[in-house]
């Protein structure tokens, strides 16, 4: 399969704790974004890489998350200090351009819950 | 800014009628729009999207969906349901002219009767 990839597909942890999730786009995409996605609610825009420049990050992006694309290949998010609030599924989307249109391709995502 | 509005937070038809999903989108440019879906516990699976080279896009699965710019309008439809069309549906626009992130609607729950 040469779909987008995420690992873990589920993470359960304690507040406090940190979580990393990875994400492997598929192969020559240059963007690869992320989203978080709340229960009953639209997938809302977290951050983005153009190869490994990151190149915009949502104000929910708070100080305790990170995100990195070292190599301009795979992704990797962290959150620091999980509260219960970051209870969500995080999705990973990498993108290509066709006819002068990005399209945008999601992997299965990380399901998240902080107890 | 650019913005989508899906109508119904929920739709219900029987197997073998029509579906219509309602969007309206607000964009400051010629909008590129699409329509995606989520099965339970699934990530997002592209239906269609609008190009501009066409204002009826036909997508996946015998859906398509109609553009029109009078109207700011993106309703998807597909002639007759069936029960593996039960799923969430956005509409989705991007948020600016040179891509960039998306912008999803609330979402539609697509609910297919026997």
């Known amino acids: 399969d040469t779909g987008v990839s995420q690992d873990p597909r589920h993470k359960i942890t304690k507040r406090g704790q940190n979580v990393t999730f990875r994400c492997d786009p598929i192969?020559?995409?240059?963007?690869l974004y992320w989203y978080r996605q709340t229960l009953g609610q639209g997938p809302e825009f977290l951050t983005y890489?153009?190869?490994?420049?990151?190149?915009?990050k949502s104000r929910l992006l708070s100080d305790r998350f990170s995100a990195e694309r070292p190599k301009g290949s795979f992704s990797t998010l962290e959150i620091q200090r999980t509260e219960q609030g970051d209870s969500a599924m995080y999705l990973c989307?990498?993108?290509?351009?066709?006819?002068?249109?990005?399209?945008?391709?999601f992997g299965p995502g990380t399901r998240l819950l902080v107890l | 800014a650019q913005s989508v509005t899906q109508l119904d937070s929920h739709v219900s038809v029987s197997e073998g009628t029509p579906v219509l999903l309602r969007c309206n989108y607000s964009?400051?440019?010629?909008?590129?729009l699409f329509w995606y879906v989520q099965h339970p516990n699934k990530g997002l699976q592209l239906l269609l999207k609008?190009?501009?080279?066409?204002?009826l896009v036909k997508g996946i699965n015998g859906f398509e969906a109609e553009f029109k710019k009078s109207e700011t309008s993106f309703h998807l439809t597909k002639p007759s349901a069936h029960m593996s069309d039960a799923a969430e549906y956005f509409c989705?626009?991007?948020?600016?002219?040179?891509?960039?992130?998306?912008?999803f609607g609330q979402g539609t729950e697509l609910s297919v009767k026997p």
């Open positions: 989307a990498s993108s290509l351009w066709t006819s002068g249109i990005e399209t945008q391709y």
């Open positions: 192969s020559e995409h240059n963007r």
């Open positions: 890489f153009q190869n490994e420049a990151q190149l915009e």
């Open positions: 964009s400051s440019y010629s909008p590129s």
């Open positions: 609008y190009t501009s080279a066409a204002t």
């Open positions: 989705v626009v991007s948020d600016g002219n040179q891509g960039g992130k998306l912008i």
